[in-house]
């Protein structure tokens, strides 16, 4: 085996320690960011549609109900804060694609795919068109994402419609790292992701839709008209809109269908205009490496860089927890894959480190079904992309639950279920295989060994 260029340039312990000696265990998105606050369900209400999850999935398709009907009664109930787990904390990249990837996509759909590019681009574009209609204050950049290469096996990868090489590349950027890129000019937004979940709060509350704070959902009953129970009360909806993201779904059916995952965030304090010079980086795009343990970064609004990603952790039992937050052994080795990309920013202090869990399923992009009768739908399984694949699935929902058929209900992309994941303790033995065969492929210049192969094979297998 050999090895990665995180493992051959790797920084000083001494440059790790002073550059996470100040850092906070807080989200930086949430991070004094004022909100509204909405009360809690007490009785007993009605209402046309009732939505359980008020991150992007479940605000999306409380705006999208109201903008096709604004007369339709709306309630969302969020069992915390709008916004506080995935939809506050991650990295605000805004992307096109509805797949995870193209070729995730491919290997998958490869007949649709250039119908599902498509509409993720139509999708991208109403995002941004709903943030100018609504005046979203969100810090939204239509730049592109930049893939890059950092290992000469990963060089033919990039070969597309805007490849870069060695010296293009590193005038876009200036990593010592990067052997050569490839740049989607168009096809992702970068945005604050705290302040995305904030006001499509605002607006929706603002065309008529009752959301519920401090509001678990726990349990839905009956067969025909829906009664959504919670401790405080309940709703009597006519239909229900599951989005629940990583935490437990309330239909058995798909109990084993995702898995929570963790992945980890650092954030640096602001860098200065000779900071900023000297790793170039003029034109903002979200960057992103090749590897199947990738890290994603980008610049914020006050050019601050969020660095992210490589390590994706699953605790045994598939529970959302607090304590698993906390991993300093991810962070040292962010930290240090930080200063192997950009050297050139030594002394640079990060300020803040944070985790989340992501809704992963087995074939990495969303599912969607709908259940008693055609009253219950749900989307899930975004598996770390779902900014603006929320969107697309609030419309399919929506279609599902009007009993139409459209161009989106109609792809086989969201007409077929993934694989469930095996129960414990299988499911825990499984993910740790597959990170682990990950690990060694990213060690063998991408060579995927037997058991990756068998995953690909059975349409399990992982290709962002």
Same mark, same amino acid.
């Given at each position: 085996? #050999?090895?990665? +260029? ?20 807080? @989200?930086?998105?949430?991070? %004094? ?5 909405? /009360?809690? $369900?007490?009785?007993?209400i009605r209402a ?14 409380? =705006? ?23 939809? #506050? ?30 509409? #993720? ?30 290992e000469p096996h ?45 006001? $499509?709060?605002?607006?929706? *509350? ?17 067969? %025909?008209?829906?009664? +959504? ?10 239909? @229900?809109?599951?989005?629940?993201? *990583? ?11 995702? +898995? ?81 990309? &950009? ?32 009253? @219950?739908?749900?989307?899930? #399984? ?35 279920? /993934? =694989?469930?994941?095996?129960?414990? /303790? ?13 690990d060694r492929a ?8 037997? &058991? ?5 094979? @059975? ?6």
């Amino acid at each position: 085996m #050999g090895t990665t +260029v995180f493992e051959r340039l790797q920084p000083s312990a001494a440059v790790i320690d002073d550059a996470l000696r100040d850092t906070r265990h807080e @989200v930086f998105w949430l991070d %004094g960011l004022k909100r509204t606050a909405h /009360p809690a $369900l007490s009785g007993r209400i009605r209402a046309d549609l009732a939505i359980v999850g008020g991150g992007y999935a479940g605000l999306w398709t409380a =705006i999208r109900a109201k903008e096709r009907d604004p007369e339709r009664s709306v309630v969302l109930l969020e069992a915390n804060r709008v916004g506080w787990a995935a939809s #506050g904390r991650n990295g605000g990249f805004c992307e096109a694609s509805l797949t995870h990837g193209h070729e995730n996509g491919m290997n998958r759909w490869p007949d649709e795919m250039p119908q599902l590019e498509r509409l #993720g681009r139509e999708n991208l574009d109403g995002i941004q068109e709903a943030v100018e209609r609504y005046g979203m204050d969100v810090d939204w950049e239509r730049t592109g994402q930049l893939a890059v290469a950092v290992e000469p096996h990963q060089v033919e990868w990039m070969h597309g419609e805007d490849f870069l090489d060695q010296h293009a590349v590193r005038a876009e950027v200036d990593s010592p790292t990067y052997l050569a890129g490839s740049w989607d000019r168009e096809g992702c937004a970068m945005v604050h992701p705290a302040k995305l979940a904030f006001e $499509l709060a605002r607006v929706a *509350a603002e065309l008529g839709v009752r959301i519920f704070e401090r509001t678990r959902v726990t349990g839905i009953s009956g067969s %025909g008209v829906q009664t +959504v129970m919670t401790p405080g009360g309940s709703v009597v909806a006519e239909h @229900v809109a599951l989005a629940t993201n *990583a935490f437990p779904s309330l239909l058995k059916r798909n109990r084993l269908m995702t +898995v929570p995952v963790y992945d980890y965030v650092l954030m640096t304090e602001p860098l200065s205009a000779e900071q900023l010079g000297a790793i170039g980086w003029r034109s903002r795009q979200g960057l992103s490496d090749s590897a199947n343990q990738f890290h994603y970064y980008r610049l914020s609004a006050d050019d601050r860089i969020l660095f992210g990603g490589y390590d994706a952790v699953y605790h045994f039992g598939g529970r959302v927890r607090e304590r698993y937050e906390e991993r300093p052994e991810s962070y040292r080795r962010l930290a240090s894959h930080f200063f192997t990309t &950009f050297p050139q920013l030594e002394g640079l202090r990060f300020t803040h480190r944070w985790a989340g869990a992501i809704d992963s399923c087995s074939r990495f992009c969303a599912f969607f079904g709908t259940a008693r009768g055609g009253r @219950v739908v749900y989307a899930t #399984g975004f598996t770390g992309l779902g900014v603006g694949a929320t969107r697309f699935a609030a419309d399919v929902m929506l279609d599902r639950l009007a009993g139409v058929k459209t161009e989106r209900t109609e792809l086989e992309m969201v007409r077929t279920r /993934p =694989i469930p994941f095996p129960p414990e /303790p299988a499911a825990a033995i499984g993910v740790n295989l597959v990170r682990a065969a990950m690990d060694r492929a990213d060690h063998d210049e991408g060579r995927r060994g037997l &058991f990756l192969r068998a995953l690909d094979a @059975v349409g399990m297998g992982f290709d962002s």
